[in-house]
Nanobody, 121 residues
Framework: VQLQASGGGLVMAGGSLRLSCAASGLTFSNSVMGWFRQAPGKEREFVAYVKYSGSSTYYADSVKGRFTISRDNAKNTVYLQMNSLKPEDTAVYYC???????????????WGQGTLVTVSS
């Protein structure tokens, strides 16, 4: 199984970025896809997940209303659209795949390598 995250970069506060994560080696449509992030010196934290068909999503309170998770099962890809970015959103963002619906890290079996998002003030 491989999860390849991309789309990170440097952006000014208030700006937008779109992360992508291409999956291979798993039955994508049977997997819950999530995004987590880890800021320097902090624990990895949940950001959002999207269920199998994409019809149901869930967000951490810190990103609700600013971030949107979506998936394209035909392309085996999950996205994270991030708007109104804040300096506190600076972190390495990881995509993850699992079979159990939820925001708990241990629910996810496979992880991507991470992509760095830096938001300047």
């Amino acid at each position: 199984v491989q999860l390849q995250a991309s789309g990170g970069g440097l952006v000014m506060a208030g700006g937008s970025l779109r992360l992508s994560c291409a999956a291979s080696g798993l039955t994508f449509s049977n997997s819950v896809m999530g995004w987590f992030r880890q800021a320097p010196g902090k624990e990895r934290e949940f950001v959002a997940y999207v269920k199998y068909s994409g019809s149901s999503t869930y967000y951490a309170d810190s990103v609700k209303g600013r971030f949107t998770i979506s998936r394209d099962n035909a392309k085996n890809t999950v996205y994270l659209q991030m708007n109104s970015l804040k300096p506190e959103d600076t972190a390495v963002y990881y995509c993850a795949a699992g079979r159990i619906v939820g925001s708990v890290r241990s629910y996810y079996d496979y992880w991507g390598q991470g992509t760095l998002v830096t938001v300047s003030s």
